[in-house]
């Protein structure tokens, strides 16, 4: 059965690249039939989509963010990574990873998530 | 301010049935068929519900229901539990440069 897991710090400073990492098991990252995407869910609040990537590389993003948001994918590792530049204390979230049904475009498998605290 | 809007929250007893609403416009729920909803436990990740506007993964109860009427979809839960009391996400494709955007959310209380 395919999982993801996310990695990566939980805190990061201000001002700081926040770099978090999804690994995919049971199953291949390469397949033609998904994407693979970051969510995040700020304490509180609901869900912001931020970005999602094909295994081809390439990639799409939500506007709001596209100036400081890169995601990229490693098929030899089965995984794909999150990279969201200068950030600030409104970045502090739970960030969770999901796989992208293409075909439904829902998001159909997602990680358990992981808290990301930006200090000032 | 999310895309699309869910009221805040509903109630029901168990045993009843009830009705999540989420608004968009043309440019998403009204113009397109990708409609899903997520149910999510407190400190859980979201799970698919609905994908599709009305389509049910395999495993999830049929009790839970999606329909679209123009620009607005809802998610029907009948016969409710008190494991269903969870907040639910609303989410569309959207032609604007957005590409997906999700609804606020609605938290469910099973009374």
């Known amino acids: ?120 | 301010q999310s895309a699309l809007t869910q009221f805040a929250s509903v109630s029901g007893s168990p045993g009843q049935s009830i009705t999540i609403a989420c608004t968009g416009t043309s440019s998403d729920i009204g113009g397109y068929n990708y409609v899903s909803w997520y149910q999510q436990h407190p400190g859980k990740a979201p799970k698919l519900m609905i994908y599709d506007v009305s389509n049910r993964p395999s495993g999830v109860s049929n009790r839970f229901s999606g329909s679209k009427s123009g620009n607005t979809a809802s998610l029907t839960i009948s016969g409710l539990q008190a494991e269903d009391e969870a907040d639910y996400y609303c989410t569309s494709y959207t032609s604007t440069t957005t590409n997906w955007v999700f609804g606020g959310g609605t938290k469910l209380t099973v009374l």
Request: charged residues 10%; glycine residues 10%; aromatic residues 14%.
């Open chain 1, 1 to 120: 059965q395919l999982q993801l897991q996310e990695s990566g710090p939980g805190l990061v400073k201000a001002s700081e690249t926040l770099s978090l990492t999804c690994t995919v098991s049971g199953g291949s990252i390469s397949s033609s039939s998904y994407y693979w995407g970051w969510i995040r869910q700020p304490p509180g609040t609901g869900l912001e989509w931020i970005g999602n990537v094909y295994y081809s590389g390439s990639t799409f993003y939500n506007p709001s963010l596209k100036s400081r948001v890169t995601i990229s994918v490693d098929t030899s590792r089965n995984q794909f990574s999150l990279s969201l530049t200068s950030v600030t204390a409104a970045d502090t979230a739970v960030y969770f990873c999901a796989r992208h049904w293409l075909q439904f475009l829902a998001f159909d498998i997602w990680g358990r998530g992981t808290l990301v605290t930006v200090s000032s």
